[in-house]
């Protein structure tokens, strides 16, 4: 089946930009959703189809998608950003919707 | 949009439940439905889709062939039902409304419903 990584944890300083990559055998070649889950909450959908926000999702936050890695930056980093972040995609060669492991984004 | 899950609770192992999701504020029949599960203190696992239609549904290899997913599009309801339940089962459980087939991205999800399979 197919597996996604992503870094236990990223840290970065307010005002800073964080970067966090999600890793998985031609990533390129499928769409990837990215969702932020803070303590105690559902998750939200913050972008889908590797770089498009829904509304609502300030700019801050942006997608991209290439070979073996897609990268989730949000910029200008607040302390409201700091949650746990899911990379996803559909894997049509098992029918599967698998997420990677989460990262959690620490604002120092 | 309002995601209302219910029917979780104590379950003992090798027994059964049916998890509930009320729908609202949407045209219910027109998206996919996706269960999506996390352990206490574990990362999301996707448990099971269903189209918009109830025609085609999809399962975790971890609960294939005891969990089954439906949907009543007249009560705008999608459940799922559990059985032979085990430890490993124990989850908050989200249900989630995908954006579009069931090969979308979930753009709305409920806040979960807890259960426990525990002697």
């Known amino acids: 089946s197919y597996v996604l990584t992503q870094p236990p944890s990223v840290s970065v300083a307010p005002g800073q930009t964080a970067r966090i990559t999600c890793g998985g055998n031609?990533?390129?070649?499928?769409?990837v959703r990215w969702y932020q889950q803070k303590p105690g909450q559902a998750p939200v959908l913050v972008v889908y189809?590797?770089?498009d926000r829904p509304s609502g999702i300030p700019e801050r936050f942006s997608g991209s998608n290439s070979g073996n890695t897609a990268t989730l930056t949000i910029s200008r980093v607040e302390a409201g950003d700091e949650a746990d972040y899911y990379c996803?995609?559909?894997?049509?060669?098992?029918?599967?919707?698998?997420f990677g492991p989460g990262t959690r984004v620490t604002a120092l | 949009v309002q995601l209302l899950a219910s029917g979780g609770g104590l379950v003992q192992p090798g027994g059964s439940l049916r998890l509930s999701c009320a729908a609202s504020?949407?045209?219910?029949?027109?998206?996919?439905m996706n269960w999506v599960r996390q352990a206490p203190g574990k990362g999301l696992e996707w448990v099971s889709v269903?189209?918009?239609?109830?025609?085609?549904?999809f399962y975790a290899d971890s609960v294939r062939g005891r969990f089954t997913i439906y949907r009543d599009n007249s009560k705008d309801t999608l459940y799922l039902q559990m059985s032979s339940l085990r430890a490993e089962d124990t989850a908050l459980y989200y249900c989630?409304?995908?954006?579009?087939?069931?090969?979308?991205?979930?753009?709305?999800w409920g806040q979960g419903t807890l259960v426990t399979v525990s002697s």
């Open positions: 989630a409304k995908l954006r579009a087939g069931y090969t979308y991205a979930s753009d709305h």
């Open positions: 504020g949407f045209t219910f029949s027109n998206f996919a």
């Open positions: 269903i189209s918009g239609s109830g025609g085609s549904t």
């Open positions: 031609n990533i390129g070649s499928k769409s």
């Open positions: 189809d590797d770089s």
């Open positions: 996803q995609v559909w894997d049509t060669g098992s029918d599967h919707h698998v």
